[in-house]
Nanobody, 116 residues
């Protein structure tokens, strides 16, 4: 079992920045990748960024150059640094983990609202 707790969401003006955190606990040794997803009202949940256990990263085209995913192994925490935020970035952001046994765990989500 892996438990995930997200934090760092909030209200920010367009052009501003936020940093989201995803703290993992439990069977963290089994994690193969951690991703950030987001879901806006009326839309499907979609991947934003992913970081693997070896540190490889990938991003959705809509956030490339603006968002950065990183990790602090000592703190068992993954971050999503979001710069140059746009109103279309408004969504609930979720942290997702995949383990070696192909189990998936989700956090509770954190709201990000970008005002124009």
């Amino acid at each position: 079992q892996v438990q995930l707790v997200e934090s760092g969401g909030g209200l920010v003006q367009a052009g501003g920045s936020l940093r989201l955190s995803c703290a993992a606990s439990g069977s963290i040794f089994s994690i193969t990748s951690i991703s950030w997803y987001r879901q806006a009202p009326g839309e499907q949940r979609g991947v934003v960024a992913i970081i693997t256990s070896v540190g490889s990263t990938n991003y959705a085209d809509s956030v490339k150059g603006r968002f950065t995913i990183s990790r602090d192994k000592a703190k068992n925490t993954v971050y999503l640094q979001m710069n140059s935020l746009k109103p279309e970035d408004t969504a609930v952001y979720y942290c997702r983990v995949i383990t070696r046994s192909a189990f998936t765990y989700w956090g509770q989500g954190t709201q990000v609202t970008v005002s124009s």
